[in-house]
C-alpha cells in the first residue's frame, strides 16, 4: 500500500503542477516595411492597456538605428510614444537628445482578421517613405 499512496501522491502533484499559468507574454510587436521591401521597422511594446514602447530598430536608406545598446545601427532613444487610439506617434531622437532623428506615424484602423495600420517614417529632413505594418 506505500508505494501506491506515493504514487498517487505524485499523480496529485503532478496534476497540481500542470495547472500553474506558464509565463505570460508581455512584449507584443509591430513589424512594418515599405512596398519595395527595402525599409523596415520593428517596434517592441509592452502588453497592456497603453502602448508602453521597449525599443525600435529600422532600417531606412541604407541607414540604421536603433533603441538597444549592442545591435548594429545608430543608437537612438525614444523621446515620446503617444496612441490617441487612430495615430500612434513615436520620435526618435539621438543619444545626446538634441534633434529629432526620426518620426514614426502610423494610421491604425480595425478590422475582423487583423488590425491594419499604415503610414509613414521620416528620417531627419528627407521626404517620407510610406510604410503598412503587422501586429498589434
Known sequence: MPVRANLAKYVAAAALASMVAGPAHATVSISCSDMKFDSGIDIVLGAGPVPNVFSVS??????????????????????????????????LVDSQVTKRVAAIRLLRADHDTAPLQIGYVQIEDEPPIGISCVGP
Open 58 to 91: 529600422l532600417s531606412v536608406g541604407g541607414r540604421e538605428f536603433t533603441t538597444v545598446p549592442g545591435l548594429p545601427g545608430e543608437p537612438v532613444a525614444i523621446a515620446q510614444a503617444f496612441d490617441d487610439g487612430e495615430v500612434f506617434r513615436i520620435d
